[in-house]
């Protein structure tokens, strides 16, 4: 988080408080627009030299998805043996994507209005069907306890890890923090992981820990799990050599791309003045004599951490991509051993070809699951293995980007888009056993969610980007199962938006009002003309629809939602925070129950008891005239009246302690809103911790608030710590990356980049502070 | 909830004008603001979002990383609107523009009097130091990602935006009570 200047963020508020004021007329509006672009056609790819595969913000992949049209014959009830074919050998896999391929070089006029509305899609009922019980999962039951009582995991499915940047097994911390390094000059942060020991837990000391340092090539970790003796460390590796990143000389301009730019110098001279930099080259640019010394570089608040500069020179330029920067070819593991704490031995290290990893951890087996994107206009298509077939790399079987075995890989009927699912399952404490990975051609995996025995993937539907298709695993053996793809209106906010319980999935999606357009030869197409409303679909084992609710909160979309057994709740916003409790206990016949209005949004529902539900949103702030950081308690132990028990602004909170560097607070928003497990809560010890960043009429802060709660009196806040900040040589403030807390027994942890501070849990005063 | 850039951004390239639309309703009405603050006007404004927005939409092949569409068509907005200013400068528009900008609103209303005065400020900002202004504070990006954007030197964007502020700092009251 870097802290603006008050000059920046004045004039941004300023402006700020214009929007209103300048929206712009109907001409520009997207409906508008897409009667525009009729007719308009569409410039082929202008591109050079050697693409690569990658990813995140700002990367230099030139990975295009390619999408084929097709009249959509969608089977509603799929059988489970037509469904998804196995490819008996690469050749049915290339033939797939080459018919991806050649469509979309046909003519793009045809597409504009040649698309026949989606099948035969309805909303109908499948007749319910009996369905065994299948083991609940109980969300917040206690697991089997320990004679430690420690902070774990905030977790939607009780016996389903998930990873997480801290993980507290009882007797250490696991932490994976940034750090700032200059590498040529320039500021850039890298990453590293540190265990802390904690068997005496008020006396915590620094055990072993591994720096991931910045560089070309490397590895990002993102989060982790511990398995037995074993860490495993989520992640991103990194190569950056094949593509010329810029950045580190003043001077250089890379060339342009004919097809798209105007050179930038020659026309600037036309519009810069004469003290403009760019006039003469070798200006360093002391500014002018105004300038605040150490002017800051702007960043508003939810900008991700800035990506690590690499400190190599420019290199000629190959190929004058669009965007320089990271360029992550794929996500794995690095498996650490770590029953000597002081010492991490490197196991084994995973790789799997894609992104957007999300994984799971089960009685030891790791479900890692990726999306992987073909590169439909790659220079060497003709090798098509290489093109188009995902690799895995293990260590542990010398596997270097091994393509994935033809018999592994399954296509789907619709194959709309050249985007595979990449599925592993690792057995993390048997090393006798192979990892096992499995690619899906045509599911793009949007979200997933598990429970203990299945595995479900929402994806989308080409041609119907306005419904959700979810493909059902099981995963009761090692090898995972397809089951059934259902399909519901609508999409998915996240997880927490699906759940199964007594072998029915349930799921709440938001869907767009459309409307059907007919073009003058006949041909029809679906148009969202805005407008939203919300659902709550029932399927069974079979991924058969036999329930639903539609039409909640017209107008409105979902924030957050949350299952438990036979209910479920739902925030949906637009003004006003309606909390929805659906009764669910006849899944062919979900009823609304109960419905609370209040400004504001809740985006995490957790449970405070099994009655209480604790939200962390965002709330209309009147008196700094904007939304901030929210917390409320709401009772639904009568879900025919749902109850707001307590509410309190962060800021308000904040306030109230009067400390005197934090004035007058203008905005405020907490990671917590939109991380489950951001948020600690200990309702024993009446500890609610989560951070927040605020911004005040003097700069920016992180801050790690520790709040008590109590269903009478509402919240108060029991102890603001406040987080060390660094600077460059800039004079530019970066905020932290880590602002967690946890506990183990009677000790409090608050963990930020380097500094582990720590306190007394029952009454908070401060014990000490390592830095690591 | 989004409907997922990567997936919009690849219908788009297919010639789905629907889902290029949704794309564009993401981002327009930020677009729409850094124009009108760039250009000065609401007619030219919506000229130059409408320009980049068709532009943007034939040339969509050329965005390799979906999720970086706002940037990508930020930038071709920029370059929209430095053409715009271009030909104005030409035909000397330009400064009569700057003499009578367009009040926003008719009631003299202390607070948007005060903006007003930001705003005008900032179209006397030369083009270049002006563009990459509103890139940060209204576009949201930090000078790394505005150098990749506009193909120049992070360093220089610093530059401009330093000698930006404080030009414009006299005009901010102190005390933020707009």
């Given at each position: 988080m870097k802290k603006e200047t008050p000059d920046f963020n004045r004039i941004k508020d300023t402006l700020l408080r214009l929007d209103d004021q300048i929206t712009p007329s109907g001409e520009l509006s997207p409906g508008t627009l897409r009667f525009k672009l009729n007719g308009k056609k569409q410039n082929k790819l202008s591109g050079k030299g050697k693409f690569s595969i990658g990813m995140v913000a700002c990367a230099t992949a030139a990975i295009l998805v390619g999408l084929v049209v097709v009249p959509s014959i969608q089977a509603l009830l799929p059988k489970k043996t037509d469904f998804v074919v196995e490819a008996k050998n690469y050749d049915a896999v290339y033939n797939a994507i080459d018919k991806l391929k050649k469509q979309q070089e046909g003519s793009l006029l045809d597409n504009l209005f040649g698309r026949t509305k989606s099948g035969n899609f309805t909303n109908d009922l499948a007749p319910a069907q009996q369905e065994g019980a299948v083991s609940n999962d109980k969300t917040g039951a206690p697991e089997s306890s320990d004679s430690n009582s420690y902070g774990k995991t905030n977790l939607q499915v009780e016996g389903v890890d998930e990873a997480d940047i801290i993980k507290n097994d009882g007797k250490n911390l696991y932490v994976i923090s940034r750090e700032t390094v200059k590498i040529n000059e320039q500021v850039t942060f890298q990453y590293k992981l540190t265990v802390l020991d904690c068997s005496d837990p008020k006396n915590p000391k620094k055990a072993g820990s591994v720096t991931y340092p910045a560089g070309k090539t490397g590895f990002i970790p993102n989060e982790m799990f511990f398995s037995g003796s074993s860490l495993i460390v989520i992640g991103n590796f990194y190569d950056n050599t094949a593509v010329p990143y810029y950045g580190t000389d003043e001077k250089a301009v890379p060339p342009s791309d004919p097809d798209v730019d105007e050179p930038e110098r020659a026309d600037d001279s036309a519009v810069?003045?004469?003290?403009?930099?760019?006039?003469?080259?070798?200006?360093t640019g002391t500014g002018s004599a105004t300038a605040s010394p150490g002017s800051a570089d702007p960043v508003p608040a939810d900008k991700p951490a800035e990506e690590p500069a690499t400190g190599a020179a420019v290199e000629p330029a190959i190929a004058p991509d669009y965007y320089y920067g990271y360029n992550t070819s794929k996500v794995g593991c690095i498996i650490y051993d770590i029953s000597d704490i002081n010492q991490l031995t490197e196991l084994r290290r995973f790789e799997q070809d894609g992104w957007n990893a999300s994984t799971r951890l089960i009685n030891g087996r790791l479900y890692f699951i990726s999306t992987y994107y073909v590169n439909l206009y790659a220079k060497d298509t003709e090798d098509r293995l290489e093109a188009y077939i995902p690799k895995v790399s293990d260590t542990k079987t010398g596997a270097e980007d091994l393509p994935i075995p033809a018999g592994n890989i399954s296509i789907m009927p619709e194959v709309s888009s050249s985007t595979y699912l990449v599925l592993s399952v690792l057995d993390i404490n048997d090393s006798s056993r192979d990892i096992y990975t499995k690619a899906i051609l045509g599911v793009d995996a949007t979200n997933i969610y598990c429970a203990k025995e299945n595995l479900y993937i929402t994806k989308s539907v080409y041609n119907d980007y306005y419904k959700t298709g979810i493909v059902k695993f099981s995963i009761k053996d090692f090898i995972p199962e397809f089951v059934a793809e259902g399909k519901v209106d609508g999409q998915v906010l996240n997880q927490f938006s699906m759940d199964e319980y007594n072998g029915n999935f349930r799921i709440a999606t938001t869907s767009y009002t459309t409307e059907t357009f007919t073009s003058k030869d006949g041909n029809t197409t679906s148009v969202s003309v805005g407008g939203t409303t919300n659902n709550v679909y029932i399927l069974n084992g079979n991924m058969e629809l036999i329930g639903k609710l539609e039409g909640l909160a017209p107008t409105e979309r979902i924030y957050s939602a949350r299952f438990k057994e036979n209910m479920a709740y739902l925030v949906t916003y637009r003004q006003t925070d309606p909390l929805f409790a659906i009764d669910l206990t006849d899944p062919t016949a979900p009823k609304l129950m109960g419905e609370l209005k209040i400004p504001g949004f809740s985006e995490q529902m957790h449970f405070y008891d099994d009655t209480t539900l604790l939200g962390v949103g965002q709330g209309e702030d009147e008196t700094r005239g904007r939304t901030n950081v929210k917390l409320s308690l709401f009772d639904v132990s009568d879900p025919k009246q749902p109850v707001e028990l307590a509410t309190a602004f962060g800021a308000d909170l904040i306030e109230a302690?009067?400390?005197?560097?934090?004035?007058?607070?203008?905005y405020t928003y907490s990671t917590a809103q939109y991380s489950f497990k951001a948020l600690l809560l200990n309702t024993e010890k009446n500890i609610i911790g989560l951070d927040v960043t605020i911004y005040d009429s003097n700069g920016t802060y992180n801050y790690y608030l520790i709040v008590g709660a109590d269903k009478t009196n509402g919240f108060t806040l029991r102890k603001l710590l406040k987080t060390e900040q660094t600077t460059d040589t800039y004079g530019y403030y970066y905020g932290v990356m880590l602002n967690r807390g946890t506990y183990i027994n009677d000790t409090l942890y608050h963990i930020t980049d380097g500094v582990l501070s720590y306190y007394d849990i029952n009454n908070l005063s401060q014990i000490g502070k390592l830095e690591f | 909830m989004e409907l997922h850039y990567d997936t919009l951004i690849g219908h788009a390239q297919n010639g789905d004008t629907d889902a290029f639309a949704q794309a564009y309703s993401m981002v327009y009405e930020d677009l729409y603001r850094y124009a009108f603050y760039s250009l000065g006007s609401k007619a030219d404004a919506e000229d130059a979002v409408q320009d980049a927005a068709i532009e943007a939409f034939k040339c969509i092949k050329n965005l390799k990383n979906p999720q970086a569409f706002r940037a990508w068509i930020y930038a071709i907005l920029v370059r929209t609107c430095k053409k715009r200013i271009k030909e104005r400068i030409k035909s000397r528009e330009l400064q009569n523009q700057q003499q009578s900008a367009p009040f926003l609103t008719d009631d003299f209303d202390d607070r948007l009097l005060e903006a007003d005065r930001l705003r005008n400020a900032i179209l006397l900002l030369p083009a270049a130091e002006r563009l990459v202004l509103l890139l940060a504070v209204k576009g949201g990006y930090n000078s790394t990602e505005i150098g990749k954007m506009l193909k120049i030197p992070a360093g220089s964007v610093r530059s401009r935006l330093s000698r930006s502020y404080g030009k414009l700092k006299d005009l901010i009251k102190e005390d933020n009570q707009l």
């Open positions: 810069t003045t004469k003290d403009d930099p760019d006039r003469s080259e070798g200006y302690a009067g400390l005197t560097d934090i004035s007058g607070i203008n | -």
